[in-house]
């Protein structure tokens, strides 16, 4: 996808989630061979300023998928913040309880960001087709066993 179409979708996005006109925000394309992710976002709350940052070399099949999870971090932000204050004011940490709790957590974030980002894509995405590409790339349910003893 060229830039200009990424901005506009940019745009459509930041509106459709209710982003703009309370944060300033600004999409970054990066282009660095090294950097493995689909996606990310920095986030300045004092000062309402976030940066969506997007993989110029992704694998991702649907970038628009991406742009839209990257938007609802910024929007879970204060419950991210919250839970981790939470979590690292009642376990010590580095201590097996914190890394248990914090681990939890971040799965469940990241699940809750991608299940919301998909119901917006397929509610009003131009691309409503779901990437597949981590999925693709699991072990099946079969070689999961594969190597495994019978415990009989």
Known sequence: MNREAL?????????KLRISPGWDVKLEIVTDPDWRKSGDIKIDCDDRKAIVL???????????????HELFHLKMYPLD???ETLIDSCFGEGSPAHDFAMTQFMTTLEQTVEELAKCFLLEFGENRSLSFGRCARQKSFDELYDGLKNLE
């Open 7 to 15: 901005e506009a979708l940019f745009e459509k996005w930041r509106k």
């Open 54 to 68: 997007l993989s110029g070399h992704a694998k991702q099949e649907n970038i628009e998928e991406v742009l839209v």
């Open 81 to 83: 913040q919250t839970t």
